[in-house]
């Protein structure tokens, strides 16, 4: 099963994304994820990637599908997966098809998580991130505990410095600059599927588990 996850910042892509690849078995790929763990371990391409992430800017699109590229071809991608903040341009997503074509598979779809900014601006800005595993809390919603200590693994949890008010706002920005086209662009391709993420995460999760046993079945449309 290769899905796609798309959709604005804070619309809950992490959360579901993680929840399903447990469910179904398949890695979970995030090219976020990715990125802060090459920034915590102070390589080159963290190194690279760091000031586009904190001003909550895209890293180039050459480096972020180099990043892809390497993931796809792991054993563990062989079953299926989901990739969570990939492709976030149209050239990314060109990059994407053509690599699925090399390698002779392809996307059975693509999640639009769709949110407005009245309900993922208070998710964003009070979302806390443990350090150590990267389990996701919201302060108000989900919050750990104990304040600063995931429950998982004892580790610090802190906000993601592009969940700052300037950054979300930018974020926004490069979303509907750069992102948004790629909705149009997998619905053309008969792709799509949208789910409104505004309600609670349990009901979504429900939504998206239909979704993923009819793919499973053959049926995914
Ligand atoms: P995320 O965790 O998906 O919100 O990603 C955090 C940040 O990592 C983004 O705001 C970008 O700076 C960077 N990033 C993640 N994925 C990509 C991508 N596919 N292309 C460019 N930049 C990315």
Redesign the pocket.
């Known amino acids: 099963m290769n899905i796609v996850f798309l959709g604005p ?1 804070g619309a809950g ?2 959360t579901q994304a993680e929840k399903l690849a447990h469910t179904y078995s398949i890695p979970h790929i ?4 990715i ?2 763990e090459e920034i915590k371990a102070g390589t080159d391409l963290g190194k690279l ?1 760091q000031s ?2 904190d001003d ?4 180039p ?1 050459d480096v ?1 599908g180099g990043i892809i590229k390497n993931r796809l071809q792991k054993d563990d991608a062989g079953g299926g997966y989901i990739l ?6 149209v050239p ?1 997503a060109e990059m994407l098809e053509k690599l699925l074509e090399e390698m002779g598979s392809g996307l059975d779809r693509v999640v639009y998580l769709d949110a407005s900014p009245e309900v993922i601006v208070p998710r964003l800005s009070g979302r806390r991130v443990c350090k150590q595993c990267g389990k996701i809390y919201h302060i108000k919603n989900m919050p750990s505990a104990e304040e600063g200590v995931c429950d998982v693994c004892g580790g610090e949890t802190y906000q993601r410095p ?1 969940d700052r008010p300037e950054a979300i706002r930018q ?1 926004f920005q ?1 979303y509907r600059d750069k992102t948004a086209d790629l909705i149009e662009w997998y619905d053309k391709k008969g792709l799509l599927t949208r789910f409104n993420a505004d309600i609670v995460k349990e009901e979504t999760f429900d939504e998206l588990k239909e979704l993923f046993d009819r793919i499973e079945e053959g049926n995914g449309h």
């Open positions: 910042p892509k992490g995030s090219t976020g994820d990125l802060r990637a586009y992430i909550g800017n895209l890293i699109d972020a969570d903040g990939f492709p976030r341009t990314q592009d974020r490069v």
